[in-house]
């Protein structure tokens, strides 16, 4: 059984590490690896985990998924939601999405933007509640998803612990 908790700044390496993994099937499809998940540098997930909001699911105390939120004024933008290959098929994206969500009671919207050479992404987000709002072609691979999520306030909200 897996928990989902608020990132700790030893968590960072283990976030990252993880990110790189996720993506590199992304770069690889895409043809390149200049990709900011893959390009990210670990100053910048300690940053995130001091300044913003950024959740882990850990099996057994092992990191084995992440998720990220950057917030201005009311919108979130989600990023970097990761599980570790071993560990997919759980619930457990699904869970750190709603944790997330959950965790920013405020946000009226949640934006993202992901990659369709992933072709599990697009549908994965359209059964939480995201539509794209908008495709841009970035090279002859890529055509990037973005994404958007109005929070319907008439459902109550439970802070994330």
Known sequence: MYTISPALLDDAPTMLDLQRRAFAEEGRRSGTQDIPPLTEQLEAVTDH???????????????????????????????????????RGRG???????????????????????????????????????????????????VLAQMTKARTFNQPTTACS
């Open 49 to 87: 985990i001091q300044k913003q909001t950024a959740l882990v699911g850990r099996d057994n105390g092992e990191i084995i998924g992440a998720i990220r939120g950057i917030v201005n004024g009311r919108v979130c933008t989600v990023r970097a939601l990761v599980v570790d290959a071993a560990h």
């Open 92 to 142: 457990i994206g699904s869970a750190l999405l709603d944790a997330l969500e959950r965790s920013l009671p405020d946000v009226a919207k949640f934006d993202l933007t992901t990659n369709t050479v992933m072709e599990g992404n697009v549908p994965f987000y359209e059964r939480h509640g995201y539509r794209i709002v908008e495709l841009t072609r970035h090279s002859e691979l890529v």
